[in-house]
């Protein structure tokens, strides 16, 4: 259903395949927790881009979950798709970029595993957190916040699992 969804709101095919990759990405992370609401992981990591058909910049998570409200998703949902940018980006950092004064820092498992799936899915390919941690060190203008909060993520999700 989501992403026949997808489709529809044309979203680009390229963001189809990096979405279906952050989705099995997510599945495999999540595998590794009881607790964790799998349906809600698959949901939110295959609309988590669908913003992207209708923006590129930053404001894709907000165009989202706009698109995603008027689907009847709820609020779960929404906040996957709103907080799944980067590492999170805290509410300083957000008026700093021009998006609404608010948190955008993952909060609960489901919105963590979605966001460092993301983070850990060039294009439609896995990388390591080495890989993102260059890639933004390039890209971000201060990135150190950014990157710490990355390797919080990625040692709470990742690392106690590795072999």
Do not use: Q
């Amino acid at each position: 259903m989501e992403i026949e969804l997808l489709k529809k709101e044309n979203t680009p095919e390229n963001v189809i395949e990096h979405s279906k990759a952050v989705c099995r990405k997510a599945m495999k992370i999540a595998s590794n927790f009881e607790d964790a609401d799998l349906e809600l992981i698959r949901e939110g990591a295959l609309l988590h881009d669908i913003g992207r058909s209708r923006t590129h910049d930053i404001n894709h998570a907000i165009a989202g979950v706009e698109i995603a409200r008027t689907y009847g998703y709820d609020e779960d949902v929404l906040n996957i798709i709103e907080r799944h940018i980067g590492a999170g980006i805290t509410e300083s950092e957000a008026v700093k970029l021009g998006l609404p004064k608010k948190s955008y820092v993952p909060e609960t498992l489901e919105e963590k595993i979605v966001a460092h799936a993301d983070n850990l899915i060039s294009g439609s390919e896995e990388v390591d957190v080495d890989f993102v941690i260059v890639k933004w060190k390039r890209r971000i203008k201060d990135p150190e916040d950014n990157i710490e909060r990355l390797i919080e993520l990625d040692n709470e999700l990742i690392k106690p699992f590795e072999e």
